[in-house]
């Protein structure tokens, strides 16, 4: 219920200008964000990659209403890519990117879906001239069907563009079972975002079954999947799937936000795993805040106590 409210709450102009201009807000901020720009983001990179886990940056930002503002977040990422390659950071896929297809366009009233996939590719092209990838997020329920059509036709020409999918909707077993593929680069996750009772479940249980038949699918077919949560459960599952279907080390990994469980994202990593940090930054922090905040109610608390504070 607090999570309902929270990412309705998320959509109102006044609940934005109260937390972002907060004056402690950026402190929070900073524990799941790397920085405001790609320089304070590769160098929190080098960071993690230097620990031993892999990374993957996404320049904040959704829901763009403009074409030039989409074509400038392109923009921002092929130069965030040559950054990253100019480190030393992205060959081998060390550190790839992330992309909102609605950052980039995906839902102008005019275009949204050419608009995007053009802009994709630049940022694929960009990707694969470093030795690195690209994985689609998914947002809102409304765009999962066009996000999922970017994912096939722009594989055509980039085999490796990754996608997500989010156990917690209905649809997710059957979309796995399409996905499982040779090369297939699928990200699993609960899903953060609000979706009606018809398209999604309700329970938590639901959630965590279906992510259960989704990994099933994705560790037993050919393709290469990501197991993106922070539930010790559900990471224990998938390690001894992995294991029943026979896979190393190196054909699947796991997957988590900056900033949320690190102690065991470095057992992971420890322990011979591939483990891939998804990295944010850039200053449109708002709605990814929000999104955390509503995955855990305590970190409400510290985050309105911190808005409070007088020190
Ligand atoms: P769950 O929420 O049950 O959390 C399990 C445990 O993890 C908690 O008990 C707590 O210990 C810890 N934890 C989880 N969230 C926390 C938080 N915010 N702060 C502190 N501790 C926390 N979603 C989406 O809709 N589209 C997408 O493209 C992506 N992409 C994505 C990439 C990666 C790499 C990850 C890890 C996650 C996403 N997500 C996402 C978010 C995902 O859908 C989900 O909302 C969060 O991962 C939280 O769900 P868990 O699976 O961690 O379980």
Not at 153 to 165: A, H, M, N, Q, W
Request: aromatic share 6%; glycine share 10%; with cysteine.
């Amino acid at each position: 219920m607090l999570r309902r409210l929270l990412l309705a709450a998320s959509g109102s102009d006044r609940v934005r200008r109260l937390v972002t201009s907060a004056p402690y807000a950026r402190g929070v901020v900073g524990r799941y964000v790397a920085g405001d720009d790609a320089a304070e983001a590769v160098e929190a990179a080098r960071q993690l990659l230097r620990r031993g886990l892999l990374v993957s940056l996404d320049y904040l930002g959704e829901d763009t209403a403009d074409p030039e503002l989409a074509a400038a977040v392109a923009g921002e990422y092929s130069q965030l890519i040559s950054r990253l390659a100019a480190a030393g950071l992205a060959a081998g896929g060390r550190a790839e990117v992330s992309v909102k297809p609605t950052a980039v366009g995906l839902g102008l009233p005019d275009h949204g879906y050419k608009t995007a996939a053009e802009n994709i590719s630049r940022i694929c092209v960009a990707a694969r001239e470093a030795g690195t990838t690209v994985t689609l997020d998914m947002e809102d329920h409304q765009h999962v069907e066009a996000t999922l059509r970017l994912v096939a036709d722009l594989r055509r020409e980039f085999p490796d563009l990754g996608c997500v999918i989010q156990s917690g909707l209905r649809r997710s077993a059957s979309d796995c079972a399409e996905l499982a593929q040779p090369g297939s680069r699928v990200r699993l996750c609960k899903g953060a975002y609000r979706a009606p009772d018809s398209a999604a479940f309700t329970a938590r249980g639901e959630v965590d079954r279906s992510y259960v038949r989704c990994l099933r699918t994705l560790l037993r077919g050919p393709g290469y999947p990501m197991v993106a949560t922070h539930d010790p459960r559900l990471i224990s599952i998938a390690a001894a799937q992995a294991g029943l279907a026979g896979r190393g080390a190196d054909s699947f990994e796991y997957q988590m936000l900056y900033g949320i469980r690190p102690a065991e994202q470095q057992r992971l990593a420890a322990g011979g795993a591939a483990m891939r940090v998804y990295l944010p930054y850039g200053r449109d922090w708002y709605s990814y805040l929000v999104r955390r905040l509503a995955e855990r109610p305590a970190n409400l608390a510290f985050f309105l106590r911190s808005l409070t504070s007088t020190r």
